[in-house]
C-alpha cells in the first residue's frame, strides 16, 4: 500500500482513472457522426422515410455520449495545471496550443452545430441540416485530429529542443507532423469508427433478435456491414504499420509488448511470444508459447530480421517501462480483437452473399446476430488496450527520452490527491450510471416509426395533384 503515500502514482492513477473513462464516449460520438451523416445523406437522396427516422434514433444515442465525454473530459485538461504542473511548464507553447486548437477549433465546432443537428429538423431547410450533420461529425473528429496530434508528439517528439528543461519550437510544422502523427491519427480514427459500426450493429442486432422492427433495422445492420467490409481490415493494416513505427522509434515499448528480455540479433529469424507469463523480478518468462519465425513476418515481413530486437535486458530497470504483462497481454487483447471483429465482418459478407440477410430472413441468423451483439463492447475494450500499451508503454517517460514522469508531476500532499481521486471515482461510477440508464431507456423504446416527415423535406418530392396526398377540402362545387 506504498502507493497511497505517493503523489506521482496517485497523480497517475487518477489521470488513467479519468483517461479510461472519458475514452468511452468519444469514440462513440466520433463514429457515430458519420454514420449519420450517412444515414441522412440517403435520406435526402431516396427521400425514404426510414433513413430520416434512424438519423432521429441515433443521434439521441449521440448526445448522450456527448453530454458525457464532455463533463468527464474538462477534468483531464484541468489536471494538466493541478497534478502535472512541471510538465506544462516544460511544454506548454506547443503542447499547450495544440489542446487549445482542439478546444477552440473542432470542440465549438462541434457544439455549435450540435444544436441545429438536433433541434433544428423543422427549423431550417434540409441541406441547411445536413451541413450541421457534416460540420458536427467534421469538428468531432477534428477534435480527434488534434488530440493525436499531441500525444503522437509526446510519443516521438520533435520541431524543436530542450533547453534548460523547457521545450524550444523551431518548426512548428515538423513538431504537428511528428514521426508518429499520421498512423496515430489513421488508427484511432478507424478504431472510432469500427467500434461505432459494431456498437450500431450490435444494436440492429438486437431489435431483430428480438423480432423489433426488423426491417428498419436491417437497414442500419447492412449499412454498417457495408463499411466494415473496408473498415476492418484497414485498421488491421494501419494497426501493423504503427507497430512498425514502435519498432524503429520505441525499442523499450516494443519489448515490453513482446515481453522480450533478450536481444534478438539481425539476421536471425524471430518467433513470435503468443502467451507468457512475464516476471518483472527474474527478468524473464515464467512460462511461454512461441509461434516460430512470426515476430520476423510481423514486423518487417520476411523470415529475418534486417535490425536487432532489442531486449528489456539492454535498459537499467529505471529506464525501462514497467507492468510488463499489462503491456504485453494489452497489446495482445487489442490485436485480438481487431482480427474476431474482421472474421465477423467477413462471415456477415458471406451470409449476405447468399442472400440471408433479406428483411423477412435476417431474423433466422440467430448465432450471427448473437456474434454481433457480442461484438458491440469490444471495440471499446480494444481502444482502452490500445491507450494502455501506448501510454504504460512510454514510461518511464512523459515525453519519450526528454521528460521523465517523475520530473513532470506536481509535489502534492498525497492525501490531497487521494481525496481528488476518490472524488473522481464517485463521480465517474454516478455518470456511468446514469449512461447506462439513459441508454437502456433509448434502447427499449425504440425508433419512432411514426415520426412525421419535415414538411420542407416533402414538399419537393410531392406530385402536384393534391388528392394524392392529402384530402381536397375544397367545397364540391369548386371541385367540381
Not at 485480438?336 to 459478407?349: H, K, P, T
Request: proline share 6%; glycine share 8%.
Amino acid at each position: 500500500m506504498d502507493f497511497l503515500t505517493n503523489s506521482v502514482v496517485l497523480s497517475r492513477m487518477q489521470f488513467a482513472l479519468t483517461a479510461i473513462f472519458h475514452m468511452l464516449w468519444p469514440v462513440l460520438t466520433t463514429g457515430m457522426a458519420i454514420y449519420l451523416v450517412i444515414v441522412e445523406g440517403l435520406w435526402l437522396k431516396t427521400k425514404n422515410p426510414d433513413y430520416y427516422r434512424h438519423a432521429r434514433f441515433w443521434s439521441k444515442l449521440y448526445v448522450l455520449n456527448f453530454g458525457i465525454g464532455v463533463a468527464s473530459g474538462l477534468p483531464m485538461e484541468f489536471q494538466f495545471g493541478t497534478n502535472w504542473a512541471p510538465f506544462s511548464e516544460a511544454v506548454g507553447d506547443f503542447f499547450g496550443s495544440i489542446l487549445g486548437f482542439e478546444a477552440s477549433m473542432a470542440f465549438m465546432l462541434e457544439a455549435g452545430f450540435l444544436g441545429i443537428m438536433l433541434f433544428g429538423w423543422e427549423r431550417v431547410p434540409p441541406p441547411i441540416h445536413y451541413l450541421a450533420t457534416i460540420m458536427v461529425a467534421f469538428g468531432a473528429n477534428l477534435s480527434t485530429f488534434w488530440i493525436l496530434v499531441a500525444n503522437s508528439w509526446l510519443q516521438t517528439p520533435a520541431g524543436g529542443t530542450f533547453v534548460n528543461g523547457k521545450f524550444v519550437v523551431s518548426d512548428y510544422f515538423q513538431a504537428i507532423f511528428n514521426p508518429f502523427m499520421v498512423n496515430s491519427v489513421l488508427h484511432m480514427f478507424f478504431a472510432t469508427l469500427e467500434t461505432s459500426l459494431f456498437v450500431i450493429g450490435g444494436i440492429s442486432a438486437w431489435y431483430i433478435l428480438n423480432r423489433r422492427h426488423e426491417a428498419f433495422f436491417a437497414k442500419s445492420f447492412k449499412i454498417v456491414l457495408a463499411a466494415a467490409i473496408a473498415v476492418a481490415p484497414l485498421q488491421i493494416f494501419i494497426g501493423h504499420l504503427s507497430a512498425e513505427q514502435v519498432y524503429r522509434y520505441q525499442p523499450t515499448k516494443l519489448a515490453a509488448i513482446e515481453a522480450q528480455w533478450e536481444t534478438l540479433p539481425a539476421g536471425q529469424s524471430a518467433d513470435w511470444s503468443l502467451v507468457a507469463i512475464p516476471n518483472e523480478k527474474s527478468e524473464r518468462n515464467d512460462w511461454e508459447i512461441k509461434v516460430p519465425k512470426a515476430l520476423s513476418y510481423i514486423l518487417e515481413l520476411k523470415p529475418t530480421l534486417s535490425e536487432p530486437v532489442r531486449g528489456l535486458k539492454e535498459w537499467q530497470p529505471e529506464n525501462r517501462p514497467r507492468m510488463v504483462g499489462l503491456i504485453y497481454y494489452s497489446f495482445r487483447i487489442m490485436s485480438g480483437i481487431g482480427f474476431f471483429l474482421a472474421g465477423l465482418m467477413l462471415l456477415s459478407v458471406v451470409r449476405w452473399l447468399r442472400g440471408k440477410l433479406t428483411a423477412d430472413g435476417i431474423a433466422q441468423q440467430k448465432w450471427l446476430l448473437i456474434g454481433w451483439i457480442f461484438s458491440a463492447p469490444l471495440g471499446y475494450i480494444a481502444v482502452e488496450a490500445g491507450w494502455i500499451v501506448r501510454c504504460v508503454g512510454r514510461q518511464p517517460w512523459t515525453v519519450y527520452g526528454e521528460l521523465r514522469t517523475a520530473d513532470a508531476a506536481s509535489q502534492l500532499p498525497a492525501g490531497e490527491v487521494l481525496a481528488s481521486l476518490t472524488g473522481f471515482v464517485v463521480l465517474y461510477t454516478l455518470l456511468l450510471i446514469a449512461a447506462l440508464y439513459f441508454g437502456s431507456r433509448i434502447i427499449r423504446r425504440g425508433p419512432n416509426l411514426e415520426l412525421p416527415i419535415p414538411k420542407e423535406a416533402v414538399q419537393p418530392t410531392l406530385d402536384t395533384t393534391p388528392a394524392q396526398h392529402e384530402p381536397d377540402r375544397r367545397p364540391v362545387e369548386a371541385q367540381q
